[in-house]
């Protein structure tokens, strides 16, 4: 079965840096179209970053040039580096994958993990 | 404000059949497929419709979807009090060069 999970959320000042990790079974990263997804107190779903089979990289206007998405195969993983965050980051992070191709549904979902940014 | 727009709240009393909608534009609906997501409190989103209106394995044929021009739509007959649940659409955006979600339609079962 299918299986991710992330980790890495906390509570972190604003301005500060975070990496989120998301470690998947049962399926290749390397294969998958695999993405960051994150729900805000009181707000729907809102995607952020996308890292293609390929290896190619994709950001919402809201994090680029702050994130930053990356794999590494031998582990399986995918992660998010989160610098200059601000109070607006807060929220719980999901990874999700998709097979086919870039614009595929999400298959599958992790549990998520909360990011708390606040002084 | 999202690109995509859905209802923030639809309800429907036991047995009834409810409809959610879900209006985009030619950059995401209008030239891509839908997809449909359920998420109950404190729990990761499930898929529950693809490609505008295929249910993935285990789904109940109650859900149904349905896309016209920039516009889509979920329908849930049968009412059930498990269906109470927030639901997404999304869909690729070639602007955003990724996938937008709706902002979510909170489904009360009275």
């Known amino acids: 079965e299918v299986h991710l999970v992330e980790a890495g959320g906390g509570l972190i000042q604003p301005g500060g840096s975070l990496r989120l990790s998301c470690a998947a079974s049962e399926f290749s990263v390397s294969s998958s179209y695999m993405s960051w997804v994150r729900r805000a107190p009181g707000r729907g779903l809102e995607w952020v970053s996308m890292i293609y089979s390929g290896g190619s990289t994709n950001y919402a206007d809201s994090v680029k040039g702050r994130f930053t998405i990356s794999r590494d195969n031998s582990k399986n993983t995918v992660y998010i580096q989160m610098n200059s965050l601000r109070v607006e980051d807060t929220a719980v992070y999901y990874c999700a994958g998709a097979f086919g191709s870039s614009d595929s549904p999400f298959d599958f979902w992790g549990q998520g993990t909360l990011v708390t940014v606040s002084s | ?110």
Do not use: H, M
């Not at chain 2, 709240?9 to 059949?17: D, E, I, L, Y």
């Not at chain 2, 498990?82 to 070639?94: I, M």
């Open chain 2, 1 to 110: 404000q999202s690109l995509v727009t859905q209802p923030p709240s639809a309800s429907g009393t036991p047995g009834q059949r409810v409809s959610i909608s879900c209006s985009g534009s030619t950059s995401n609906i209008g030239s891509n497929s839908v997809n449909w997501y359920q998420q109950f409190p404190g729990t990761a989103p499930k898929l529950l419709i693809y490609s505008n209106s295929q249910r993935p394995s285990g789904v109940p044929d109650r859900f149904s979807g349905s896309k016209s021009g920039t516009s889509a739509s979920l329908a849930i007959s049968g009412l059930q009090s498990e269906d109470e649940a927030d639901y997404y659409c999304a869909a690729w955006d070639g602007s955003l060069n990724g996938p937008v979600f709706g902002g979510g339609t909170k489904l009360t079962v009275l």
